[in-house]
């Protein structure tokens, strides 16, 4: 097989390749105007084939100094430019999508020449994805305010300028945390935030509130609590799906702790991997049971969690910043003073607050203490916060729920401290 590919001329390879490429961009051009009159198109199929064909012959006849390729770019490009102007005259029309893809297919014989395969194979199925997308691109930018790109431009500043020039020089000569590693840990929530806040508004807009609780538990579960819990209250009918879209929050909880534990510190993931893994499945079966229990009943009125702010605010990264610097210093001098069972103490007093700048701040700091006594300081802090969480749902959802609130929390918060006595 080697020999017969070896026989085969380069020159074939390559044609044959920009003609299914081009034919392949010619063809999603007939997909995307069916239903347009052909007379009025720059072409389909047949043209961006011969326009690809054209371009390599070109290209073939002068390889080196490429004068004929780039006089064959300059005449197509200015009967693309003719095509154009009549375009607008005639139909007062102004989209030039079709002359950009016709130019990407010129282009084609010679990145087939000069890069790798499976990058003209990336360029075209980005060109075919992209044309296809047309109406769903249309639909998200309908969505897309100012504030949106005011949000993405913050998160582009926060990750490409000021992390690179944050210094890594501890604050104080007795503790390892730098402003390099707070920023870090302020970056790496704000991206989970981000990706919920961007799921929810563009993928699942005034969804079913399985899919707030889902989406919200990766934002924060103690917030999605707190306002599923209240929303749960003003129901009328079926509370019973609020109750089980708090749960499914949490699993996200642990599945969002997980991920972090995985970024920075991997020997400390390898020792929660099963446990966490364990918390997770068993939120989701007793999520996904308490659902099952509300899906035949009546339909609540439903008011969706849809716009929980902005998860790059100023004042959330201030928060996060000096509750990280607060759980330091706490740590640092709760281990000097009571050791181990300080440390265990203090994860089980951190569940009333936002346990993650803790989290962080236990997976990134250099701290005496093995990594098992780490491992179960941060499981103690989820039970605590999942039973503070309990609470916030008993007070502020539906009396008539507390079953299923005290039944789900105290399951999970048992297997919990099952989990660690399993370390232990």
């Known amino acids: ?52 064909i054209l371009g390599y012959v070109l290209l073939l006849c002068q390889p080196i100094e490429k004068m004929l390729y780039i006089g064959g770019g300059l005449v197509v490009s200015a009967f ?7 375009k607008m005259k005639d139909r007062n029309s102004y989209g030039i999508t079709s002359l950009l893809i016709g130019l990407i297919t010129y282009t084609l014989p010679l990145l087939v020449q000069t890069q790798p395969l499976w990058f003209t194979i990336l360029v075209v199925v980005t ?19 100012r504030e949106d790109l005011f949000t993405f431009a913050k998160f582009l500043t926060m990750a490409g300028v000021i992390l690179p020039i944050v210094p890594d020089v501890p604050l104080v000569s007795y503790l390892s945390i730098t402003p390099y590693k707070i920023w870090i840990a302020v970056l790496a929530i704000s991206s989970i935030s981000y ?10 807009p005034n969804k079913e509130i399985w899919i707030t609780g889902l989406l919200g538990g990766l934002y924060s579960s103690t917030a999605t609590t707190f306002v599923l819990s209240r929303q749960m209250k003003k129901a ?28 920075f510190n991997l020997s400390l993931f390898r020792l929660l991997l099963i446990p966490m893994l364990i918390l997770i499945a068993l939120s989701l079966a007793i999520a996904i049971c308490v659902l099952l229990l509300a899906k035949g009943k009546k339909n609540s009125i439903m008011q969706i969690w849809t716009n929980p702010g902005n998860p790059l605010e100023f004042k959330i990264a201030l928060l996060f910043t000096f509750l990280y610097l607060a759980f330091t210093f ?12 300080g440390i265990s103490a203090l994860s089980l007093v951190v569940g009333v607050t936002d346990i993650d700048p803790f989290l962080l701040n236990l997976f990134q700091g250099k701290y005496p203490m093995a ?30 729920q507390w079953k299923y609130i005290a039944g789900g929390f105290t399951m999970l918060v048992v297997a919990n401290l099952l989990v660690v006595l399993f370390l232990n």
């Open 127 to 145: 060109v075919l994805v992209f044309n296809e997308l047309k109406t769903s691109f249309e639909n998200f930018s309908k969505r897309f305010d």
């Open 195 to 204: 990706i919920s806040y961007i799921l929810r508004k563009f993928v699942f």
């Open 330 to 341: 706490a740590t640092h001098f709760t281990i000097q003073k009571f050791g181990q069972n």
């Open 1 to 52: 097989m080697e020999t017969l590919l070896s026989a085969i001329p380069v020159q074939f390879s390559d044609f044959v390749s920009v003609t299914i490429f081009a034919l392949l961009i010619g063809l999603s051009q007939r997909k995307s105007h069916n239903e347009q009159d052909e007379s009025k198109l720059i072409g389909t199929d047949r043209t961006f084939t011969f326009i690809g």
């Open 371 to 400: 990594q098992i006594v780490i491992a179960t300081a941060a499981l103690q802090a989820m039970a605590s916060n999942n039973f503070i969480k309990m609470l916030y749902a008993l007070t502020l959802g539906k009396l008539a």
């Open 80 to 86: 693309f430019v003719s095509f154009y102007l009549q």
């Open 236 to 263: 009328k009918g079926n509370e019973t799906e609020y109750v089980g879209a708090i749960l499914l929050s949490i699993s996200m909880m642990y599945l969002r702790i997980l991920f972090l534990v995985w970024i």
